[in-house]
């Protein structure tokens, strides 16, 4: 049975914050050896799953205690620290089993064409070589620079006889105030993940979704059977080295949001709305229909015309897959997990991705408020940190983000002549895939659904837009041209978050 304290705490519990610092590192040339030495003795830093959530009770219980004194909760001194390895770093470490993901092999930016990136856009330490990456975390941002401080002192960071060399770092930090926990756009983040088998069940459990198997987000356990090609359902069988058992794959993005931008299409495009105390405005209605939530959280298919923060969490609605009234096909939650849209097609257990993203980069200014545009200044510059962790990158976050066409080949056989014919027209995946969710069953027939508005990318040269804006019958089947991206790549690589007994017996042996 899985032993959660072997697996390290970002991945199944997360790691609780306020700050979070990625230190992307590069072990130097020919110090392979000396660096396993020198991660030995990091490897009681590592949180585990277990420590993660014994710091998030101690929370929880802070908080009971102070609101029955009616005090404010004192900040917790606390650091998380976990580790990830590129395919790179692997290679650096003298490490040669093929781990069977050819995503993670590859790494993100032979990938990034696929995902719909522009290599323009990247950020230049991105298309560097990284081999592995620290996620620290912590409250105050005088403990979060201790623990790096720590980390460096243990390399010998910046001297001569020193194993790593830092190619860049992140900095993300919750937004302030009553927009903690949300993301730049105003919308509360990391509000559904999957629940997992004998881990969690029960606590982020989604009444309607049942808990997915250990191996959707962990290496070598019940679930983990490898690559879903659609229409076929089964996988393609994969092959882990023993060492990969409670890994999982940690895929990064550092997504820059165009926030004035994305405020500006609101307004412009707002919704009719009858003007009465409690509705929305015209632009939050807009914006609850590309998301698929309010900004509170609470899910349209639940309360479509109105917001009510009462139902922020709540987790427990199925699209209907035959219409998109309650929930335009191409909102951003319905295109990363179409829930009941797919139970026909075998469901979504394999796509379930654990996300673990914070905002980076200061609030929006009077002036770029005034000006309706962000800021050209490199020090303004704001958006997400997304991470997410799964156990097969081509199942999972590639799969989710990517639209390919693919090219499957019939035979036909007529009276004994062979005719081959090529089929480039059934495009897979999700976000990018303007053709996704399938939504065989909607009556009346509804035309494409279009684009995630959010993150898709017209990989196809079309247009970026979508049908099913308006919750209107009527206005349903129009098309919204979104114009340019709000979200943009500005870099990113695909991680490996091995098990601490693997951190212990191979990384660092
Ligand atoms: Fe998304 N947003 O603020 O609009 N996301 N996301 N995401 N996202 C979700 O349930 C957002 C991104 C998923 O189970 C919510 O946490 C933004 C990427 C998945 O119902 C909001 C960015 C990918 C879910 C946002 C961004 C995903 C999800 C609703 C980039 C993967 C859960 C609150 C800047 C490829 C769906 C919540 C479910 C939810 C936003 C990125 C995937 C508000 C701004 C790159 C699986």
Known sequence: PLDINNVQGDVLEGLGKKNELFFFFRIKAGQGSHF??????????????TEAKKFHETIKEGKKEAAKEGKKLPMIENSGVNVSFSQKGLVALGITDDIGDAFFKNGMLADAAALGDDLNEWDADFKKEIHGVFSITANSTIVLE???????????????????????????????????????????DGLSQPAVKDVN???????????????????????????????????????RPSWALDGSFLAFRYLKQLVPEFDVFLQENALPVIPAPGNPTGADLLGARLVGR?????????TPLRDNPDFAKRQDFRFDPQN????????????????????????????????R??????????????????????????????????SNLGNGFHFMQQSRHFLSIVTNSCKGASILLTNASTPLGWANNRK???KTQAVPPVPTPGIDPIIGVATDGLAREMVGASPDIAGSNTELNFGARWVISRGGEYFFSPSISALKDTFAA
Not at 36 to 49: G, H, K
């Open 324 to 355: 998109q009234e309650r929930c335009p096909f191409a909102a951003h939650i319905r295109k990363t997990n179409p829930r009941s849209d797919l139970d026909q097609a075998g469901g979504t257990e394999i796509r379930r991705i654990i996300r």
């Open 294 to 302: 309010w900004k509170s959280g609470a899910p349209i298919d639940l």
């Open 357 to 390: 993203g914070i905002a980076f980069g200061p609030e929006v200014t009077d002036k770029e408020r005034r000006e309706k545009r962000s800021s050209p200044d490199e020090k303004l510059e704001r958006g997400l940190l997304f991470a997410c962790y799964q």
């Open 36 to 49: 396993r030495e020198d991660l030995r003795s990091v490897i009681p830093l590592i949180t585990t799953t």
């Open 146 to 188: 201790r623990t790096l401080d720590h980390i460096k002192k243990i390399f010998r960071f910046g001297h001569k006889d020193a194993t790593i060399e830092e190619v860049t770092r992140l900095r993300g930090q919750v937004r302030p105030g009553k927009e903690s926990g949300h993301e730049h756009f105003g919308f509360n």
């Open 201 to 239: 069940a029960g606590v982020v459990s989604e009444p309607g979704e049942k808990p997915v198997r250990q191996g959707v987000i962990l290496l070598g356990r019940e679930g983990d059977n490898g690559v879903v090609t659609p229409p076929s359902t089964t996988p393609v069988p994969v092959k």
């Open 436 to 438: 996704f969710p399938p």
